[in-house]
C-alpha cells in the first residue's frame, strides 16, 4: 500500500547535508490514511502511531551527524482501520557537515597555478589530477567525496565514478562550491588503485580570446580539485586518501576548453610531463552537497541525415534543435584534423549559420584523431545545435558518424499531453524541447549564446515545467543560488549566479528578481513544501523592502518592461508596479501561512496601496499587455475589456511580450475564454505558435517569429501556453485553498473542433490523469485520481444535445452543483449523449 519513499524529494540520496530531512510516500489502492507510523534505522527514530494523513514529515529523531547512513520506512493505517505492511526499505545518508571534516586539500596544476597571475595556465592543455593508494583489505565500502573547478571528471582506476556531467553545478563559486558523494565500492580493487581528476574552466574560468565566441570574460576561480576517499573494510577499520601534495600533475588531451566559444582535444596526446601538484591555499571556503538531480545524458540521437553543402561541406543533422554533445564515431588513420561547428539554423549553401543573436560566432570545436576505431565528444563544455558541420571529414564517412548526446539536470519526466490536433501537439513537443535544451544545472534562457540564468522564466513559467517535470528539489537548490546572488541592500539581479553584472535594468527589474519570492510560494501550491517559505523567508522579506524604497507613491518606474512584445506602448512603470504588487501580494500569503501575522497584515496593505496606485495612475485602457495585468490584479474588472482582447486573441492579434503573457492565459482561461485560446493555438500566422511549427521550428523559438528572423532556436520563454494546454484543455488543476494537489479540479474545456485530449501529470500523492473525447453526439471523460487525494470534476457545458439530463454519472460521485462532482480517489468515467 505504500511506495515512491523519498527523502528530500530525492531516491536514497548520497551525501545531503540536511540533518532534518522530509521524508515522503505515496499510497496504492485507493484507500485513504488516517495514521501513519515511520522508523529510520539503526534506531534513529521511531515515530510511533501518528494520527496524520500527512504523506510528507519531517524526521524528528536523534540528531544526525556527518556519514550518518540510515534506512527508513513506513506503514499507514487506513479509514477501516487497518494497517499496512511496511514498506520497503529506503535510504539516506548523510554528507560532510562541517569544514573540519575536510582533510583533502585543494589542488592544480603548477602551470595553473600563480598566486600573482589570475590567468595562468591560459592556452595550456587542460590538467590532469592523479593520485595512488594501496589496499591491503577486503572492503566493505567506500564514498567518494570531490568537487572541483570549473569542470571536472574523476575516475577511479580509470572508470568514471558517475554518470552525471558538467560538473559542478552553476554556483558563486568564490562563496560555495557544490560537491558530490558517490559509492565507489565496486570500482576498488585489491592491492595498487588510482583516483584521478581531470579540470577544464568551464563558466567559473572564462578567459578572452581571440578566435571565437564569448559572452562575457572573468575568473571567479581557476580549475582545480579536492578529493576525499572514505574507506571502511570488512573488518570495521578504515582508511582515507585525500587530495595533497603527494599527488602529481600532467597536461591531458584536451589541449583547450572555452565555456561559449569551443574546445581542442588531441587523441594522439597521451599524459606526459608528471610534476608535483600545486596545493592551492586560496580555496573556496564553503562546500555544500549536491541537493537536486546532476546534469546527465538524457537521450541519444543518431544523426539522420548526412547532408552536403553546395562547397562539398558534410553537415549532419540530428533531426531536432538539442543541447548536449555532438559525439563523433570513426575509424581513422592519426593526424586527421577535424572542426566540428554546431548550429541550429543552415544558410542558403548549406552550411552551418551562426550570428550573435543566435548562437553567438565563431563557435566550434576541434578534433584531432589518433589511429583506428575511436569515440570523443567535448567534456568540459556543451552546445547548442540541430546541425554538425564537420570540417576535414573524408567523403566516404557517413551519417552513423555522428551522434547528438542530449544533456540536462536528470528531473524525472512527470508529465505527458496529447490531443486529436496535430498543429497543437506540435506546440507542446516544441515547449518541452526547450525546456529540455535550457535546464542545465540553472534554467538558462539559451544554450549557446549566454548560458545565464535569467530569473523571469524561473517563476513567470513554473508549472509550465512543473506539470512535465519534477523540480522539487532542482528548484529549492536554484533558490539557494538565487539568494546568494541578493546584494547587501535587498537586490535580486536578473540573473543568478550573477557572473557579469549588467546594467540599469538588465539587473534590476521586479519580474525577473521576484523570483526570490515567487518560487517558495510556488513549491509550497505545487508540492506542499514549506521549507523554501522559511529558509529564506528573510531574504524575501528584504526584497520586497528593497522594492518599496525604490517605489514613489506605490508605483515602480524602472526595470526592461513587457519584454520582447510586439506592441512597445506598454509603460515600463506598468510592467514592472505588477511585478511590485505581485511579490507584494505573494510575500502577504506566505507571512499568513507561517503564522507570521504583523508581516501578512503589513503585506496585505502594501499590496492593496500597490492596487490603488495602479488604478489612479494607468487607465483601463491601452495596450494589450496593459489591460491583461489589470485584469491579472483586479484593477479592472469591465467584461467588454475581456470581450475585446478575447476577440484580438482569437483573431491572431496577440501582442504582449513574455511577462504578460502568462497573465493573458490564466486571465482568459479563467474567465471561460477557451474557444479564443483555442483558435490563437491552431492559428498559423505571425504572431503565433503554429507558426514556428510550420515554418520549421523543432524547439520553441525566442521570438514569435523565430524560425524566419534569427535570435535563440531554442529558448523557453513564450512558452506559456503549455499550462493551458494542462490546466485549461486537460483541465488539471487544483481546487481553491488546496496545496501539493491534496484536492484537485479537474475542469477541461472542450473548444472549438477538438475532439479528444489525453494528459497526465505526477503529484505529491501519484499520477492524475485525464482523457476525454468526443464525437457523434457522445462526450466521454475518464479521470484518474491517485489515492490521497480527491477531486471536484467539472463537466464542460457541451450544449443542447449533451445536456445533463443524459449524463451518466458513474456511482459514488457527489453531486455539487451544475455539472460538478466531489469523487475520492479511484477511476471514474462521466457520460454524456443524446
Known amino acids: 500500500m505504500v511506495t515512491n519513499l523519498r527523502t528530500c524529494d530525492l531516491t536514497d540520496p548520497l551525501g545531503i547535508e540536511i540533518t532534518r530531512p522530509t521524508l515522503s510516500w505515496q499510497l496504492t489502492g485507493t484507500g485513504a490514511q488516517t495514521a501513519y507510523h515511520v522508523r529510520v534505522e539503526p534506531g534513529l527514530w521511531d515515530s510511533g502511531e501518528v494520527e496524520s494523513a500527512d504523506q510528507r514529515v519531517a524526521y524528528a529523531g536523534r540528531p544526525l551527524t556527518s556519514r550518518t547512513a540510515a534506512t527508513w520506512r513506513v506503514r499507514v493505517r487506513d479509514a477501516d482501520g487497518t494497517w ?17 571534516d575536510w582533510t583533502a586539500a585543494w589542488i592544480t596544476h603548477p602551470d595553473w597555478y600563480d598566486e600573482g597571475d589570475p590567468r595562468a595556465g591560459e592556452g595550456r592543455p587542460l590538467p590532469l589530477l592523479q593520485g595512488e593508494f594501496t589496499l591491503a583489505k577486503p572492503v566493505a565500502r567506500a564514498r567518494l567525496h570531490v568537487a572541483g573547478l570549473g569542470v571536472y571528471v574523476a575516475t577511479v582506476n580509470g572508470a568514471p565514478v558517475t554518470d552525471a556531467v558538467l560538473e559542478p553545478p552553476y554556483t558563486d563559486f568564490t562563496r560555495r562550491v557544490v560537491y558530490a558523494t558517490h559509492d565507489v565500492t565496486g570500482l576498488l580493487r585489491d592491492g595498487a588503485n588510482t583516483l584521478a581528476v581531470e579540470l577544464g574552466p568551464g563558466i567559473a574560468h572564462v578567459f578572452p580570446h581571440q578566435d571565437r565566441y564569448m559572452k562575457f570574460f572573468g575568473s571567479k576561480r581557476a580549475p582545480m580539485a579536492i578529493a576525499q576517499l572514505e574507506v571502511g573494510y570488512a573488518d570495521g577499520t578504515d582508511d582515507r586518501f585525500v587530495t595533497g601534495a603527494d599527488w602529481r600533475a600532467a597536461e591531458g588531451p584536451t589541449v583547450r576548453s572555452h565555456w561559449y566559444g569551443g574546445e581542442d582535444h588531441d587523441a594522439r596526446r597521451a599524459p606526459a610531463g608528471w610534476r608535483s601538484v600545486a596545493v592551492r591555499p586560496d580555496a573556496p571556503d564553503v562546500l555544500r552537497s549536491r541537493a537536486c538531480p546532476p546534469i546527465r545524458v538524457t537521450e541519444r540521437l543518431p544523426a539522420t541525415a548526412k547532408l552536403v553543402a553546395t562547397d562539398g561541406t558534410p553537415v ?4 531536432t534543435v538539442v543541447a548536449g554533445w555532438a559525439e563523433l564515431s570513426l575509424d581513422l588513420p592519426a593526424g586527421r584534423y577535424l572542426r566540428l561547428v554546431p548550429g541550429d539554423q543552415l544558410d542558403a549553401y548549406g552550411r552551418v549559420v551562426q550570428s550573435k543573436p543566435t548562437t553567438g560566432a565563431p ?19 556543451y552546445d547548442g545545435f540541430r546541425y554538425v558541420e564537420v570540417q576535414g571529414l573524408p567523403e566516404h564517412v557517413g551519417a552513423e558518424a555522428v551522434t547528438a548526446l542530449v544533456l540536462r539536470a536528470d528531473n524525472p519526466p512527470t508529465g505527458s499531453f496529447e490531443t486529436s490536433n496535430g498543429l497543437v501537439n506540435d506546440i507542446h513537443t516544441i515547449i518541452d524541447r526547450a525546456v529540455r535544451g535550457n535546464m542545465y544545472s540553472v534554467l538558462t534562457d539559451c544554450p549557446h549564446r549566454e548560458k545565464l540564468g535569467w530569473l523571469e522564466q524561473t517563476h513567470l513559467l513554473f508549472d509550465v515545467v512543473a506539470y512535465n517535470y519534477d523540480v522539487a528539489a532542482y528548484y529549492r537548490e536554484l533558490l539557494v543560488t538565487i539568494a546568494e546572488a541578493q546584494t547587501d541592500d535587498g537586490l535580486v539581479p536578473d540573473i543568478a549566479p550573477e557572473f557579469l553584472v549588467f546594467d540599469a535594468p538588465f539587473r534590476d527589474d521586479p519580474n525577473w528578481g521576484g523570483a526570490i519570492v515567487r518560487i517558495p510560494w510556488q513549491l509550497y501550491r505545487w508540492y506542499g513544501d514549506r521549507s523554501a517559505m522559511e529558509t529564506h523567508y528573510d531574504a524575501m522579506r528584504r526584497y520586497v523592502d528593497y522594492l518599496t524604497g525604490k517605489a514613489d507613491g506605490g508605483i515602480l518606474s524602472h526595470g526592461l518592461g513587457d519584454w520582447i512584445g510586439l506592441d512597445t506602448s506598454t509603460p515600463v512603470p506598468l510592467v514592472s508596479t505588477w511585478g511590485y504588487w505581485r511579490a507584494a501580494h505573494t510575500m502577504a500569503r506566505v507571512a499568513g501561512v507561517l503564522g507570521r501575522d504583523d508581516d501578512a497584515k503589513r503585506y496585505r496593505a502594501l499590496s492593496d496601496q500597490i492596487t490603488a496606485a495602479f488604478a489612479g495612475r494607468f487607465p483601463e485602457s491601452g495596450s494589450q499587455a496593459s489591460q491583461i495585468l489589470a485584469l491579472d490584479m483586479g484593477v479592472a474588472t469591465d467584461e467588454t475589456a475581456l470581450d475585446r482582447i478575447a476577440e484580438e486573441v482569437a483573431g491572431g492579434g496577440i501582442t504582449v511580450g513574455e511577462i504578460a503573457l502568462p497573465a493573458l492565459f490564466r486571465v482568459l482561461g479563467r474567465a471561460g475564454r477557451h474557444d479564443a485560446l483555442w483558435r490563437f493555438a491552431t492559428s498559423t500566422g505571425h504572431p503565433s505558435y503554429g507558426y514556428q511549427v510550420r515554418h520549421g521550428a523543432t524547439a520553441l523559438t ?21 499550462s493551458w494546454f494542462y490546466r485549461g484543455l486537460a483541465g488539471i488543476g487544483q481546487a481553491p485553498g488546496s496545496n501539493g494537489f491534496r484536492r484537485l479540479l479537474i475542469e477541461p474545456a472542450a473548444p472549438g473542433d477538438l475532439e479528444s485530449v489525453r494528459a497526465s501529470t505526477e503529484t505529491p500523492y501519484g499520477k492524475v490523469a485525464v482523457s476525454w473525447t468526443r464525437g457523434d453526439g457522445e462526450y466521454e471523460l475518464d479521470v484518474a485520481v491517485p489515492p490521497g487525494s480527491s477531486a471536484e470534476v467539472r463537466l464542460p457545458n457541451l450544449g443542447p444535445d449533451l445536456g445533463l439530463d443524459r449524463h451518466a454519472v458513474p456511482e459514488g460521485a457527489v453531486r455539487l452543483g451544475t455539472r460538478a462532482y466531489e469523487v475520492p480517489a479511484g477511476q471514474w468515467a462521466f457520460r454524456a449523449g443524446r
Open 702 to 722: 525566442e521570438a514569435w517569429d523565430g524560425p524566419t528572423r534569427g535570435l535563440s532556436q531554442n529558448h523557453y520563454m513564450l512558452g506559456a501556453i503549455e
Open 363 to 381: 563557435i566550434f570545436n576541434t578534433y584531432v584523431t589518433k589511429d583506428g576505431p575511436q569515440t570523443w565528444h567535448p567534456r568540459f563544455r
Open 84 to 100: 499496512s505492511g511496511w514498506s520497503e526499505d529506503a535510504r539516506f545518508e548523510l554528507g560532510l557537515l562541517a569544514p573540519d
Open 316 to 319: 549532419f543533422d540530428v533531426g
